[in-house]
């Protein structure tokens, strides 16, 4: 059988019950790490679960499922990813490769950031699509991702804003070389975020949605579900001087109208600068 | 300090290792128990956790929020939700209550319909706006719900539907009567979603998005999670006649165009009639 488990928030703590008993009772445990952390270690997973862990890096999830799948049809082999199983569409597709091949493929969902963000109060049901923000580079600038928001807004909906991870990306100069060299690993903050929103909207908003602009509310959230989580509440403009520390970090783009109970909610977390 | 515990899908071992160490060390645990149910009944909870549970309905929720949170400053209560804490508007106004009280709430998160839904292989950020169909009777039956599943359909995105759940409705009745009688529990099934909604859109579809339609593609899921899930992929005629079985079920209604991951993905639970 082949198994594919969410791990939740990142804490080890975070696994199900039944989770947990399942990669126990595993031959081999793989965890996947570059589309998400973990803010435990993978030490303190492994002392948790007293199994040593194979780290999927991207080039084994996309190149080398065969051998993540290899023996899954006559031993059990457990697939861990911070978050629930169906984050990515990476993970999506390993599953498929499984099934292709004749092998039991048995899912564990956890929270992920996608209904866990919920904690600030916004009612899921009013978030609108969930965009990525993407580190820009000097020469690749996309900003397509605020049409969604744009759309969001107007549908008077919330946007989740998933902030770029880049974990064992190979450097440039290496691409070519056959010994990759990496860069060291990057999280997107909330500042940088909220920078580059503003970039993006003060060159297009006068003649798209002028209702969004540097005095736009926005939520900043770090670390969601760990004891040290926190929340701020502020506009765009002030969140790109927001440091809100270690990563994971996530933005909202407050839609125009709040419910009273979103409101009162917000309040809570609310800085004037 | 007030605990706020998210159960997950609704199976006991759906229980993350952190909820269920806190659940053990609690004074009085509180069971939501009208926004969503579990699959695995009460008493499964109880001897698992060693604890009885005090049934939380409607009325203890909304009017009784002081009943609940009594002590809570001074000793540890937990108030468990099927899937993630704050699936349920519901829900954030009871932890603002708490706070408002000045007793700590602490959060514990859980997979969720929302998130579990990328079961079926569609990709989560594929989808816009979540709707919530409700029962019909025959003085109300509501239709504005159909404008957000056109609108995220324009928008190139499906429409996760959750289905109306009625559990301890009071009769009409009993509405003005001291002592409630209560309806038996109802929970509308993907035929029943299928045929509401192709009612409505055959009434409207000429003017407004004619590509939705009776032949369009919808995904049908029953019991996410569990042992026994199903998944059905059909269009929405068909879906009417499908029973997927004991609830939960959801209802998807799938946008436009799907990413070639996503198509063959579906096709697995593909069903032509």
Redesign the interface.
């Known amino acids: 059988m082949f198994y594919i488990i ?1 791990l ?2 990142g ?8 989770g ?2 399942i990669i126990k009772q595993c031959d081999r445990v793989y965890l996947e790490a570059y589309t998400s952390i973990l803010t435990c270690g993978k030490e303190a997973l492994e002392k948790f679960y007293g199994k040593d862990l194979i780290i999927a890096d991207r080039e084994l999830v996309e190149q080398g499922a065969d051998e993540i799948l290899v023996g899954s049809d006559s031993s059990n082999v457990a697939f861990l990813v911070v ?5 990515a ?1 990476t993970h ?2 390993l ?2 490769r499984a ?1 292709n091949r004749g092998i039991k493929v048995h ?6 950031i ?3 963000v ?2 600030c ?1 916004l ?10 923000i993407p580190f820009w580079t000097e020469t690749w600038q996309p900003d397509s991702f605020v049409d969604k928001i744009f ?1 969001n807004y107007r ?1 008077q ?1 919330h946007t989740l804003c998933l902030l770029d991870i880049k974990v064992k990306e190979p450097t440039i100069e290496s691409l070519t070389k056959k010994k990759k060299e990496y860069m060291p690993p990057r999280f997107m903050s909330v500042s940088e975020a909220a920078n580059q929103l503003l970039k993006i909207i003060e060159n297009r908003r006068v003649k798209e949605v002028p209702e969004i602009s540097s005095q736009s509310l926005c939520v900043g959230l770090a670390r ?2 760990m004891d040290d989580q926190k929340i701020i509440v502020c506009t765009l403009e002030d969140m790109t001087g927001i440091d809100l520390g270690r990563p994971l970090h996530s933005l909202i783009i407050v839609g125009p109208s709040l ?1 009273p ?2 409101e ?2 917000l309040e ?1 977390f609310r800085i004037r600068i």
């Open positions: 969410g939740g928030l804490d080890y703590k975070d696994v199900t019950v039944k947990l008993e978050g629930d199983p169906f984050g569409t999506t597709d599953v498929l099934k899912v564990v969902h956890n929270a992920s996608l209904n866990a919920g904690c109060g009612q899921l049901y009013m978030f609108g699509e969930t965009v990525s759309n549908n909906l969601v579900g419910h109970i979103e009162e909610y809570q």
